[in-house]
């Protein structure tokens, strides 16, 4: 039952995630952690940290490590088919249908229009994260004597490291994970 569950679960989120990887993990988000309550926030969100530190796209990796936590091996097997199947069948159709027709204006309407909710989506995935790793709780749950300072200083810095000089994923992900570390050694009672 729980194969069968994961599996329509990411049928459900290879169909609907438009936009890429990051559009997906609200929709996995949902369909794990608040729909079928499979898994913990923080849990989910430990997850999608590692998946995004790994090579590949994140939607697939989120699937790969959420079947392996959840069902093993046959779960791997199964999320990552049904968050690829949807994905697979419709960029096939699409393909046909835009080299037939991506000359009509109406073609370039509807890729324009789908733009913006693609963004909110990230967003809301992003803003999702920012307050699990500053606060430790989603927005229904902060309490502002719960905000990690060592947290919103790595975010700041990484923000400024990024936009400033340019720096790769690789080097603000290292960086940040030993300074963060360092910070809750070395400083006593954060933790």
């Given at each position: 039952?729980?194969l069968?569950q994961?599996?329509?679960?990411?049928?459900?989120?290879?169909l609907?995630?438009?936009?890429?990887?990051?559009a997906?993990i609200?929709l996995?988000?949902?369909?794990?952690?608040?729909?079928?309550g499979?898994?913990?926030?923080e849990e989910?969100?430990?997850?999608?940290t590692i998946?995004?530190?790994t090579?590949?796209?994140?939607?697939i990796?989120?699937?790969?490590?959420?079947?392996?936590?959840?069902?093993?091996?046959?779960g791997?097997i199964?999320?990552?088919?049904?968050?690829?199947?949807?994905?697979?069948v419709?960029c096939?159709?699409?393909?046909?249908?835009y080299?037939?027709y991506?000359?009509?204006g109406?073609v370039?309407?509807?890729?324009a229009?789908?733009r913006?909710?693609?963004?909110?989506?990230?967003a809301?995935?992003?803003?999702s994260?920012?307050l699990?790793a500053?606060?430790?709780?989603?927005?229904?749950?902060?309490q502002?004597?719960d905000?990690?300072?060592?947290e919103?200083?790595l975010?700041?810095?990484?923000?400024?490291?990024?936009r400033?000089?340019?720096?790769s994923a690789?080097?603000i992900?290292?960086?940040t994970?030993?300074?963060g570390?360092?910070?809750?050694?070395?400083?006593p009672?954060?933790?």
């Open positions: 039952m729980l069968l994961l599996f329509f679960s990411f049928i459900q989120v290879g609907f995630s438009v936009g890429g990887g990051y997906a609200p996995i988000q949902n369909q794990i952690v608040d729909i079928h499979l898994m913990t926030l989910f969100t430990d997850l999608i998946a995004e530190m090579p590949g796209p994140i939607s990796n989120s699937a790969t490590f959420v079947g392996m936590r959840l069902a093993g091996i046959p791997v199964l999320c990552t088919f049904g968050c690829i199947l949807p994905a697979f419709i096939s159709l699409l393909a046909y249908f080299y037939k991506r000359k009509l109406a370039q309407t509807i890729l229009s789908l913006p909710a693609v963004v909110a989506l990230i809301s995935a992003g803003l994260i920012l699990l500053l606060f430790q709780a989603d927005k229904h749950n902060l502002i004597n905000f990690h300072i060592v919103a200083v975010f700041v810095g990484a923000l400024f490291i990024l400033k000089y340019k720096a690789i080097t992900i290292f960086g994970g030993v300074v570390t360092l910070a809750y050694l070395v400083i009672g954060l933790s």
